[in-house]
């Protein structure tokens, strides 16, 4: 099976990136240029007309959400086990964890950048702004308390919520949150640096982009 993923630096469809490498798919990376719109490119807009990345074309057609296409990643390559295949609650737990980070935590991270989605008062924006470290400090500690099991996110198994988590906590720094308070989440993030389909990875989003 041959796909195209299409992404772009510093966005959320690194998580996506590093579960094909994990899974050890043939595929093909298009990088979009954000500095220079490309996501708006009536070309790139035929394929998905969110204007965003990840996007995912399989052989049966596309997909655009990033829990949608962690599972179908882990669901087409089987061996690789990246998601419980006959355990329908445990495959569940993952679009569990997956959907907060996406729905919730990208959401309050979103805030700081992209305030004009939801305001178009200047001083709106600044307060959405001002209020990051907090809303997304609040989403980490939850994560660091509560749903972070250990070693990996599921516990001993590793799974596609593990690069999604490492994609998401790429962003605390700029996000402000106070690092001290998330032990876990850090040593989580530190080992899955290690892993060589990450590093592959992001050895990838380091070339130029594909025009």
């Not at 590093?18 to 807009?45: H, M």
């Not at 669901?75 to 959907?99: G, I, K, M, R, W």
């Not at 305030?115 to 980490?140: L, Q, T, Y």
């Not at 939850?142 to 516990?155: D, F, K």
Request: proline residues 7%; contains cysteine.
């Amino acid at each position: 099976m041959t796909l195209t993923l299409y992404t772009a630096p510093g966005t959320c469809a690194l998580a996506s990136h590093i579960a094909l490498e994990e899974a050890g798919a043939e595929y093909e990376l298009k990088q979009l240029d954000f500095s220079k719109a490309e996501q708006f490119s009536a070309e790139y807009l035929s394929i998905n007309p969110k204007a965003r990345v990840p996007t995912l074309i399989t052989p049966r057609g596309i997909l655009t959400e990033t829990p949608a296409i962690l599972a179908f990643i882990a669901q087409a390559f089987p061996s690789a086990d990246l998601a419980a295949q006959n355990d329908p609650f445990a495959f569940a737990e993952v679009q569990d964890f997956n959907s907060y980070l996406c729905s919730t935590v990208h959401v309050a991270h979103a805030h700081r950048r992209r305030g004009h989605r939801w305001a178009d008062d200047p001083v709106a924006i600044e307060a959405m702004k001002k209020k990051v470290p907090e809303s997304v400090g609040a989403c980490f500690d939850l994560i660091e308390s509560e749903m972070l099991q250990g070693p990996w996110v599921m516990g001993d198994s590793y799974t596609v919520a593990d690069p999604y988590l490492f994609t998401v906590a790429q962003w605390l720094e700029g996000d402000g949150v106070d690092l001290d308070r998330i032990p876990h989440v850090l040593d989580h993030r530190n080992r899955m640096s290690k892993r060589p389909a990450v590093q592959k990875a992001l050895n990838a989003l380091r070339k130029p982009a594909v025009a």
